[in-house]
């Protein structure tokens, strides 16, 4: 759903841009209190796990998939982002995905770029977050329902993604189309893309939640196991008639009796090293090597501007000479190895400035709240997965 220059007017671009700016500057202020710690220095590990979700995104959008005939499909990532770190950062993450894409890719345009970042991040992450928030208040705390939730919420974030594209196309289109057509067409088409989507971003929060709970933001206070406070067997042993100790000193003995601390302590000392490094390592595969193997058919906006002639007013990419444009390196013949080395470069690229955004908004913070009031951050098993 990159939106090329020409699609859409220029006072109609300039619109999206201030709202792009505007969201942007709300959700670098946001991702302060997402990454600036809280209880059980979640901070410190949303921090750099933003910056691998950001990379992630970029590689795996990719990785198109057959949807329909000759059209395809790719991930959009903002359900997936704003779940795993937070709606505020989740927007900082697609914007940089999206700006790294337009400047040295060529891909989605530069005077779009307000537009891409408004539709592609904006709409998809306030809606899938919306959704998924609003199904984990009424469904049970399971594991299982986190997952389910995910797939509901990107699924729903996709058409509505088309719908706004509509909307400014509405707005803006530089072609004299039917609207009707271009609604019932994006629509269409991005409901099967939402599949995919879905797909994807389930599978992925499932297997964050399956490893470490503690991770999945927008879960934290579904997934924390309450702190349960057991006497211990010697510290109780009172004599008759002693009155039994607060309960609060009997599970500070009960922990050093037994040599653990509680659930919110063990969560602040897990590594994320190990799952980062796995993560890294998924990442590269998809985009050095799996992308090779993507659907070569335009995706679901080519598709259908090409059948209404809304492509003809598509114009020249600024960066159209760029060594890396269209996802190659310039002067490198086979093409599996082209699109591998940029496939890798661009992770590489987008880890780098995410991380070095991610990190600074974070220094900046001077030691706020999480967005969710009272979001648990303690990291262990759910209390009701029994």
């Known amino acids: 759903m990159h939106v090329p220059d020409g699609f859409i007017d220029a006072p109609?671009?300039?619109?999206?841009?201030v709202v792009a700016a505007a969201a942007l500057a709300v959700s670098l202020r946001g991702a302060r209190r997402e990454l600036g710690g809280g209880p059980g220095g979640a901070g410190e590990r949303t921090a750099p796990l933003a910056g691998l979700v950001a990379a992630f995104i970029?590689?795996?959008?990719?990785?198109?998939?057959?949807?329909?005939?000759?059209?395809?499909?790719?991930?959009?990532?903002?359900?997936?982002?704003?779940?795993?770190?937070?709606?505020?950062?989740?927007?900082?993450?697609?914007?940089?995905?999206?700006?790294?894409?337009?400047?040295?890719?060529?891909?989605?345009?530069?005077?779009?770029?307000?537009?891409?970042?408004?539709?592609?991040?904006?709409?998809?992450?306030?809606?899938?977050?919306?959704?998924?928030?609003?199904?984990?208040?009424?469904?049970p705390r399971r594991r299982s329902v986190v997952t389910g939730a995910s797939f509901v919420a990107a699924l729903v974030s996709v058409p509505?993604?088309?719908?706004?594209?509509?909307?400014?196309?509405?707005?803006?289109?530089?072609?004299?189309?039917?609207?009707?057509?271009?609604?019932?067409?994006?629509?269409?088409?991005?409901v099967l893309i939402g599949i995919g989507e879905a797909v994807i971003t389930?599978?992925?929060?499932?297997?964050?939640?399956?490893?470490?709970?503690?991770?999945?933001?927008?879960?934290?206070?579904?997934?924390?196991?309450?702190?349960?406070?057991?006497p211990s067997p010697l510290s109780d042993a009172a004599a008759p008639g002693a009155e039994p100790r607060p309960a609060a000193a009997r599970a500070d003995n009960a922990s050093a009796d037994t040599g653990t601390a509680p659930a919110a302590a063990a969560g602040r000392r897990r590594s994320l090293r190990p799952l980062w490094i796995a993560g890294l390592v998924v990442t590269l595969a998809c985009a050095g090597g799996l992308s090779f193997y993507a659907s070569s058919d335009p995706d679901g906006l080519e598709k259908v501007a090409a059948d209404?002639?809304?492509?003809?007013?598509?114009?020249?990419?600024?960066?159209q000479d760029s060594p890396l444009a269209d996802y190659g390196v310039a002067d490198i013949a086979d093409s599996r190895l082209s699109g591998g080395l940029a496939g890798v470069i661009g992770v590489g690229a987008t880890l780098v400035v995410g991380s070095g955004v991610f990190l600074a908004v974070r220094r900046r913070n001077s030691g706020g709240t999480p967005v969710e009031a009272g979001a648990s951050t303690a990291s262990g098993p759910p209390a009701t997965e029994r």
Request: aromatic share 6%; net charge negative.
């Open 12 to 17: 109609v671009s300039a619109g999206t841009g």
């Open 58 to 139: 970029f590689a795996v959008q990719m990785l198109n998939f057959p949807v329909a005939a000759g059209t395809s499909g790719h991930l959009l990532g903002g359900a997936l982002a704003a779940i795993l770190v937070g709606p505020y950062t989740g927007v900082l993450c697609v914007s940089v995905v999206l700006l790294l894409q337009g400047v040295l890719f060529a891909d989605g345009g530069l005077t779009a770029l307000g537009t891409n970042i408004t539709d592609m991040g904006v709409v998809t992450v306030l809606v899938a977050y919306a959704v998924f928030r609003g199904l984990l208040r009424v469904l």
């Open 160 to 190: 509505a993604a088309a719908v706004a594209f509509t909307a400014i196309y509405a707005l803006g289109g530089t072609t004299d189309v039917s609207l009707g057509k271009v609604f019932g067409a994006m629509v269409g088409v991005h």
């Open 202 to 230: 389930a599978a992925t929060v499932g297997a964050v939640v399956a490893v470490r709970p503690d991770l999945v933001y927008g879960a934290r206070d579904r997934l924390a196991a309450p702190l349960e406070l057991r």
């Open 308 to 319: 209404n002639g809304i492509d003809e007013q598509a114009e020249d990419h600024a960066a």
